[in-house]
């Protein structure tokens, strides 16, 4: 039965006159015309008159379209058959391939009862020594992800899917906001070729779309995510790419409807809608999600509001270099700038802890030594400051390591190295103990004391 006809039309925004008819935001409505369908969300109401976000095109919509209310909301599949597929955000496969649905959810759930969220899990440790080491993660921790491209942030992505599957049997998430799509047919196939793509659901709102897409992409990645949380208790990682994009979607749609922007063009509902995914994202006694954000900053102004609002939230972040890159040390993680919460003495441990603060304070020194050198010549450091020099470049070499994504690449056998041996590796390194070595005896190995000291390769996946 038609609760009304269309008043408006437009690609980023409909407005329908419903009189009569108690609508609320988030209720879907659709409309036939020209014998096709068009499905809207209701975006606001002022009245009579419906603020509708269109979920496609709206070439051929024609005012005057009656318009009905759709008996359920915004839903996605909610089984174990979303794993290996690719959908977009209103929960259709988009990889060419049927789908047989078992059961469906809606993509704004309930918040978690407060005293269902376990904010004291364990440490989730990913194998890879840059990242345990530099910014190791909880469960259930938000962790920012900045990198351009040609950086090597891919690879990091999958290494990280491989890894958590294989030591947690858990599967992962990726969430593109705003993505090319020549981008996410090539993740799509890399995790093919990779045989990860069993272990992962996939999510795209792609960048052609409309502002409706890459908003409503974040909130079905999140579903999935939740589903493999709540359902199949797991440790789930999950990757948005871009959460910025969704933020410039709430803006494009707040703009429509004419409503006053803070600083930048941003919805005054900026801290809200952010807000309202972050808190999505959390830990529980049945299983956790992790979460890996990129994040695009425009015109790099870190203090941006949109940046500045997301930021808040993390935990820590990841952030990798060209300059790294182009030396040829991978993951290029800046150590400088990659942080994380638990780098603290009470939650990592003193030892960590004391490591980490020595490191740091080494490759800054380091910094300082490649400048006298280059004026000066190596000759005329001091004797500490030799050791210094030469046992951080072995760090530098130390804390790259071989992926198991990319050795049919490399021709180099993938490594899990364990927190223990990281920590026994690095202690060695600046206590002096391998003084002897060449820098290249570290670079692109996994653990140098398990397998010189032990004489075998511990197992990768023992906890």
């Known amino acids: 039965?038609?609760?009304?006809?269309?008043?408006?039309?437009?690609?980023?925004?409909?407005?329908?006159?419903?009189?009569?008819?108690?609508?609320?935001?988030?209720?879907?409505?659709?409309?036939?015309?020209?014998?096709?369908?068009?499905?809207?969300?209701?975006?606001?109401?002022?009245?009579?008159?419906?603020?509708?976000?269109?979920?496609?095109?709206?070439?051929g919509l024609h005012r005057g379209a009656e318009v009905f209310k759709s008996p359920r909301g915004l839903e996605i599949e909610y089984s174990d058959a979303i794993l290996g597929r690719v959908f977009n955000p209103y929960g259709e496969p988009i990889d060419q391939a049927p789908l047989e649905s078992r059961?469906?959810?809606?993509?704004?759930?309930?918040?978690?009862?407060?005293?269902?969220?376990?904010?004291?899990?364990?440490?989730l440790w990913s194998g890879i020594k840059a990242l345990d080491f530099f910014?190791?993660?909880?469960?259930?921790?938000?962790?920012?992800?900045?990198?351009?491209?040609?950086?090597?942030?891919?690879?990091l992505i999958k290494e990280l899917i491989h890894n958590v599957y294989q030591g947690f049997g858990s599967n992962s998430v990726f969430t593109g906001v705003g993505e090319r799509s020549r981008e996410g047919k090539e993740l799509y196939d890399e995790m093919k070729e990779s045989g990860l793509l069993d272990k992962?659901?996939?999510?795209?709102?792609?960048?052609?779309?409309?502002?409706?897409s890459r908003s409503h992409a974040?909130?079905?990645?999140?579903?999935?995510?939740?589903?493999?949380?709540?359902?199949?208790?797991?440790?789930?990682?999950?990757f948005i790419d871009n959460?910025?994009?969704?933020?410039?979607?709430?803006?494009?749609?707040?703009?429509?409807?004419?409503?006053?922007?803070?600083e930048n063009g941003y919805p005054a509902t900026l801290d809200s809608d952010v807000s309202e995914i972050e808190e999505r994202i959390n830990s529980t006694s049945k299983g956790s999600i992790t979460s890996f954000q990129a994040i695009y900053i425009p015109a790099d102004d870190i203090t941006d509001a949109a940046v500045q609002t997301i930021m808040e939230h993390l935990d820590g972040q990841v952030v990798l270099s060209r300059k790294v890159a182009e030396k040829g040390r991978y993951p290029a993680v800046d150590v400088f700038q990659t942080t994380s919460t638990l780098i603290d003495a009470d939650k990592v441990g003193e030892r960590h802890y004391n490591l980490h603060e020595k490191v740091i304070a080494y490759l800054t020194r380091y910094q300082e030594l490649e400048e006298i050198i280059a004026v000066l010549g190596i000759e005329e450091l001091s004797r500490e400051d030799k050791n210094i020099f030469y046992r951080s470049?072995?760090?530098?070499?130390?804390?790259?390591?071989?992926?198991?994504?990319?050795?049919?690449?490399t021709g180099i056998p993938g490594e899990f190295v364990k927190i223990e041996d990281i920590l026994?590796?690095?202690?060695?390194?600046?206590?002096?103990?391998?003084?002897?070595?060449?820098?290249?005896?570290?670079?692109?190995?996994?653990?140098?004391?398990?397998?010189?000291?032990?004489?075998?390769?511990?197992?990768?996946?023992?906890?």
């Open 1 to 59: 039965m038609s609760i009304g006809k269309i008043i408006s039309v437009s690609d980023l925004m409909v407005e329908a006159f419903v009189a009569g008819e108690p609508l609320k935001r988030r209720d879907m409505l659709y409309a036939e015309d020209g014998g096709r369908k068009y499905e809207f969300e209701v975006q606001d109401m002022k009245g009579s008159v419906a603020s509708l976000i269109p979920f496609g095109s709206c070439k």
């Open 218 to 238: 974040v909130y079905s990645g999140l579903t999935l995510a939740e589903y493999l949380r709540d359902e199949k208790n797991q440790d789930v990682l999950l």
């Open 243 to 262: 959460i910025y994009r969704a933020v410039q979607a709430y803006s494009e749609i707040s703009a429509m409807e004419n409503r006053m922007p803070i």
């Open 135 to 155: 910014a190791p993660m909880q469960k259930g921790f938000k962790m920012g992800l900045l990198g351009g491209a040609g950086v090597g942030k891919t690879v």
């Open 393 to 409: 470049r072995k760090l530098q070499n130390y804390f790259t390591q071989p992926m198991f994504v990319a050795q049919d690449f």
């Open 200 to 212: 992962i659901a996939m999510v795209f709102g792609q960048m052609g779309e409309n502002s409706a």
């Open 103 to 123: 059961n469906t959810r809606t993509v704004y759930p309930d918040s978690l009862p407060l005293g269902e969220i376990d904010v004291n899990g364990p440490i």
């Open 424 to 463: 026994n590796d690095v202690e060695g390194i600046l206590e002096g103990r391998y003084d002897d070595l060449d820098e290249q005896d570290f670079f692109m190995i996994g653990s140098y004391s398990g397998k010189h000291q032990n004489g075998r390769d511990d197992a990768p996946w023992e906890k």
